[in-house]
């Protein structure tokens, strides 16, 4: 049997509909912030089927927002080696570059997903992260632009809230922050990123600036 001929049956020995269950599940917990349970899920995801994109894609996320920050990059360059159009990789390994220090390269990375239409979760979560990014430069009104964007696109991104009030209050708008957390609040108060947003006020009230977590 020739080695494209062996590669094939792989293939077709895969499970990908068993591994569906796993990967929407490891996504789930994704969304609500339980990012080591999603790499257990998508770890039996991939068991069944390694050469899924989608969930290699979602354990370099689940890696990388843990803090494993070598092993994400080694998942989504692997990714993006196969695939360099593959947006969510792209802005994932924009994310890890960003919490490494590569400042430069992580704007490289996030700019053109955040202006993409083809995957309005890609575009999500990039403009989500030079939110982050340009808040770490100190360019408060920017980064402010961006976190703004993201909660109007997707108001049930509470994690958005949280840190749109983190940069405000870091901007000296105390004011707006407490407003803004208050919104993250009320949109879902049994979120984690809810409780935080709770916490975070509380923080102010203290004189404190609430950690950040992303």
């Known amino acids: 049997m020739t080695p494209g001929a062996s590669a094939a049956v792989r293939l077709l020995r895969e499970d990908h509909l068993g591994a569906s269950t796993f990967i929407e599940k490891g996504w789930n917990l994704i969304a609500i912030g339980e990012f080591a349970e999603a790499e257990k899920a998508l770890m039996w ?16 996320w689940a890696l990388m927002r843990q803090g494993k920050l070598y092993e994400a990059e080694c998942v989504l360059v692997a990714l993006l080696s196969e ?10 390994l924009g994310y890890v570059c960003m ?29 989500f992260y030079r939110g982050l990014l340009l808040t770490l430069e100190r360019d408060f009104t920017e980064a402010e632009q961006c976190l703004r964007t993201t ?36 949109a879902n108060r049994f979120n984690v990123w809810g409780k935080r947003c709770a916490e975070a006020i509380r923080c102010a009230d203290r004189g404190e600036l609430a950690p950040s977590f992303s």
């Open 99 to 127: 919490r490494k220090g590569n400042r430069t390269r992580a704007a490289e990375l996030l700019l053109t997903p955040s202006r993409q239409t083809r995957d309005p979760q890609a575009a999500l979560y990039a403009t």
């Open 151 to 186: 909660i109007r696109v997707a108001p049930n991104f509470i994690e958005g809230y949280y840190e749109l009030g983190r940069t405000q209050l870091s901007a000296g708008m105390e004011q707006e922050a407490r407003t803004t957390w208050k919104a993250g609040h009320s």
């Open 45 to 60: 995801a991939l068991q069944l089927a390694p050469s899924d994109t989608r969930g290699r894609a979602l354990l370099g």
């Open 83 to 92: 695939n360099t159009l593959h947006s969510m990789a792209r802005v994932n």
